[in-house]
């Protein structure tokens, strides 16, 4: 029963161009994360947002959250081939919760 | 050294075979998770833990167990695995929020399992 689903499944840009992924959910949350997973190795995580906030900045990484329409977006300014990566989404319906709902994820291909 | 160190790497067996995949952490966290990655349907929660007298099931348990032999250490185990099990597994820890006032997960590198 995934919670989070993603769009696109996968994108290809240049190098200097943003990118912009988006994550729809299901139900309410309390938060709703971005991991990045580099190809094959564990996620990490990148940026947070509060169910009362509605944008977040974190260096080139823009996150903005509408509850009214249950959807996120992760921006990435001036992406480098280093953002090559695959990208999900997390939400969480209370802040202390075990139970983090992943979305499917967005394949980001960024060419130099 | 990895804050969250999963071994093996890789690993290949046979149907039928038990296979233990091991996890331990320097984090002092006291939650720990076992999930499954498998192509194009994200990450699904098998098992998670409190501490080690408190095991939980996820959302796709059967087929496995888990023992959490001490704070630092999760262990999963396919007591006889199947084909449809071949997936890449990660461990994960996390403070729930007693920090970063939500649940951030730090995750290991990852175990690929291939039954055969």
């Known amino acids: 029963s995934q919670q989070g689903e993603e769009d696109p499944q996968a994108l290809s840009i240049q190098e200097g161009e943003n990118a912009t992924m988006n994550c729809s959910y299901k139900?309410?949350?309390?938060?709703l994360q971005w991991y990045r997973q580099n190809s094959g190795r564990g996620l990490v995580h990148l940026i947070l947002?509060?169910?009362?906030?509605r944008e977040k900045h974190s260096g080139r990484l823009r996150v903005t959250l509408d509850t009214s329409k249950k959807s996120s977006s992760l921006l990435i300014t001036a992406s480098r081939a280093a953002d090559t990566a695959s990208y999900f989404c997390?939400?969480?319906?209370?802040?202390?919760?075990?139970?983090?709902?992943f979305g499917t994820g967005t394949r980001l291909q960024v060419f130099p | 050294d990895a804050d969250v160190t999963q071994t093996p790497r890789n690993r290949i067996t046979k149907t039928g075979k038990r296979i233990m995949l091991e996890c331990s952490q320097t984090?002092?966290?006291?939650?720990m998770y076992w999930y499954r990655q498998d192509p194009g349907l994200g990450l699904r929660l098998i098992y998670y833990?409190?501490?080690?007298?408190?095991?939980n099931k996820g959302e796709i348990s059967d087929g496995y167990s888990v023992s959490r032999q001490a704070q630092a250490k999760f262990s999963l185990s396919l007591e006889s695995a199947i084909p449809n099990q071949t997936a890449l597994y990660f461990c994960?820890?996390?403070?729930?929020?007693?920090?970063?006032?939500?649940?951030?997960?730090?995750f290991g590198a990852g175990s690929r399992l291939t039954v055969l």
């Open positions: 997390a939400t969480a319906r209370s802040y202390n919760t075990d139970k983090l709902i």
């Open positions: 947002i509060r169910s009362n906030e």
């Open positions: 984090k002092g966290h006291d939650r």
């Open positions: 139900t309410s949350i309390n938060n």
């Open positions: 994960a820890t996390s403070d729930r929020g007693q920090i970063s006032g939500a649940n951030v997960l730090t």
């Open positions: 833990s409190f501490d080690v007298k408190d095991i």
